[in-house]
């Protein structure tokens, strides 16, 4: 299993000299397990750039086939969708699983942005096909060889947390989750989808004094993600959503913070994805 970040930041995409390490489009991640089709987790900006890459790297000469997996509805986390180039293909496929929605249905709510005067065309005028398909946040189904269970998880609106299980390796992706007050109680949820996680890509926005002025922008702290992915026996921890308003410095400063708490975790890995790396967990015994 391999992980692949293509877009890591929260809120809104930015684009700096200051940004270029860590990289500056919003929520994508691509997972790839060897005879599978294409895992994309998010669609956020930066699944512009992994239409291309997808085009560039398909072995087949027919259209693209693949599925995402949707936390929520969020512009961050949608923005990329009708940029999405192999969407220009007929016969190209995308099946969308996503949370369901209170005053309509998943593809309603999407197809409501992606059309005048928000972009220039409609949805329905992609030559691809997009299906949608809801989710309560309590499945657990399987996408070819890859077993992915979602579970709701604490944020603004209904969101989702997914666990990714192929090859022996597991990834959970819990990209924004807010934080309890207390910033040390773990929600059921969220421990059953990081429970000895290869991999756990978490929400890390926030230092404690950002949490403290914006409690209920639903969030979590480095700490808190640190102590979700200790609580949950983790062996790999990558802080993701990173403010648009933190710099490369400022996310260092973090991540050596995250590093010195999980000191004295030893069986615990930190490290703050970034924009064009990739993590391959192969094919881990368990």
């Known amino acids: 299993m391999r992980v692949s970040y293509f877009g890591v930041r929260g809120s809104c995409p930015c684009s700096s000299d200051q940004h270029r390490r860590y990289g500056g489009n919003t929520s994508c991640v691509l997972v790839e397990v060897d005879g599978a089709l294409p895992l994309i987790l998010d669609?956020?900006?930066?699944?512009?750039?992994?239409g291309e890459y997808l085009r560039a790297s398909s072995t087949t000469d027919g259209?693209?086939?693949?599925?995402?997996?949707?936390?929520?509805?969020?512009?961050?986390?949608?923005?990329?969708?009708?940029?999405?180039?192999?969407m220009r293909d007929p016969g190209a496929v995308l099946d969308v699983h996503?949370?369901?929605?209170?005053?309509?249905?998943?593809?309603?709510?999407v197809a409501g942005i992606v059309q005048p005067p928000f972009f220039p065309i409609h949805m329905g005028q992609f030559q691809g096909t997009i299906n949608f398909h809801e989710l309560d946040g309590s499945e657990k189904f399987a996408v070819g060889p890859i077993e992915v269970t979602a579970r709701s998880v604490p944020h603004i609106?209904?969101?989702l947390g997914y666990r990714i299980e192929a090859d022996g390796a597991v990834v959970a992706y819990l990209s924004d989750h807010q934080a309890p007050m207390d910033r040390r109680s773990v929600g059921e949820h969220v421990l059953a989808l990081c429970d000895?996680?290869?991999?756990?890509?978490?929400?890390?926005?926030y230092s404690n004094q950002e949490f403290d002025a914006l409690p209920d922008w639903g969030h979590s702290t480095v700490d808190y993600a640190v102590h979700v992915a200790a609580e949950a026996g983790a062996r790999r921890l990558a802080l993701f959503h990173h403010d648009p308003a933190h710099d490369d410095s400022v996310i260092d400063t973090m991540l050596a913070h995250a590093q010195h708490l999980a000191s004295g975790v030893p069986t615990?890995?930190?490290?703050?994805?970034?924009?064009?790396?990739t993590i391959d967990l192969g094919k881990a015994g368990r």
């Open 98 to 109: 996503g949370p369901s929605q209170v005053g309509g249905t998943l593809h309603d709510v």
């Open 63 to 86: 259209p693209l086939r693949a599925t995402a997996l949707l936390t929520h509805l969020h512009y961050d986390h949608v923005l990329g969708l009708p940029f999405f180039a192999p």
């Open 268 to 277: 615990l890995e930190v490290s703050a994805a970034s924009e064009g790396t």
């Open 43 to 50: 669609l956020g900006t930066g699944l512009r750039a992994l």
């Open 196 to 205: 000895g996680a290869d991999l756990v890509v978490h929400d890390a926005q």
């Open 157 to 159: 609106g209904h969101t």
